[in-house]
């Protein structure tokens, strides 16, 4: 298995412009979190999905944040419109649960300028 | 509200020194601690999990224990080589917040 994919791997916007990233979990894994990374304040879940359903979004940081998950095999996480307090790395992450067990995507890192 | 303290946030040892990091969480009631590392540009990849019943776990050259009651928990390193550079994570799994809540990491060094 290729593991979890994400695209792009960076990303440079306009303040104001919509960005999307993507995530392709791992085959047969039933949870997909994505998380978002900074300096100051390290790793954070956003929202994840269980069997492509929304469960906990309660992290999402604003209404110019959302994510779907269409279908088993792929999820996209937007944000309309970007600014420059977004930029940072957002990871994807796959498990067979929600305990233990996620296996990471590379992540994307975003600037926003 | 869980939150995870790692100490120290940066360390810089020779080749061949046993290390240790530290880990600390507020909220006793954690289902797991989980050690990640991270190497620059990629994702966190998982060395070692604890499940709240246990005290330690080893794999290699790692060793991490956990007491749940005092909220802390160690990752020791044996031996420590170049290869072992990376940022290391922990995080704890959180029954009420039904969650994993990661500590900012100790960026770990080892030179030659």
């Known amino acids: 298995d290729a593991g979890v994919i994400q695209s792009p791997r960076h990303e440079v916007t306009e303040m104001g412009q919509e960005v999307t990233l993507r995530c392709k979990p791992i085959s047969g894994h039933d949870y997909l979190f994505w998380y978002r990374q900074t300096m100051m304040r390290g790793l954070e879940l956003l929202i994840y999905f269980n069997n492509n359903v929304p469960i906990d979004d309660s992290g999402m940081p604003e209404d110019r944040f959302s994510a779907k998950m269409p279908n088993a095999s792929f999820s996209t996480l937007k944000i309309q419109p970007s600014e420059p307090r977004d930029s940072a790395v957002y990871f994807c992450?796959?498990?067979?649960?929600?305990?233990?067990?996620?296996?990471f995507g590379s992540g994307t890192r975003l600037t926003v300028v | 509200k869980q939150e995870v303290t790692q100490i120290p946030a940066a360390l810089s040892v020779p080749e061949g020194e046993n290390l240790v990091l530290n880990c600390s969480f507020t909220d006793s009631a954690i289902y797991n601690l989980q050690w990640f590392r991270q190497d620059p540009g990629k994702g966190l990849t998982s060395l070692l999990l604890i499940q709240s019943s246990q005290r330690e776990q080893t794999s290699g050259r790692l060793n991490a224990s956990l007491d749940k009651s005092s909220g802390r928990s160690t990752l020791y390193i044996a031996a420590s080589q170049p290869g072992d550079s990376a940022t290391y994570l922990c995080?704890?799994?959180?029954?009420?917040?039904?969650?994993?809540?990661f500590g900012t990491g100790t960026r770990l060094q080892v030179t030659l």
């Open positions: 995080a704890v799994y959180t029954g009420t917040a039904s969650k994993l809540t």
């Open positions: 992450a796959s498990g067979e649960n929600r305990i233990y067990g996620y296996t």
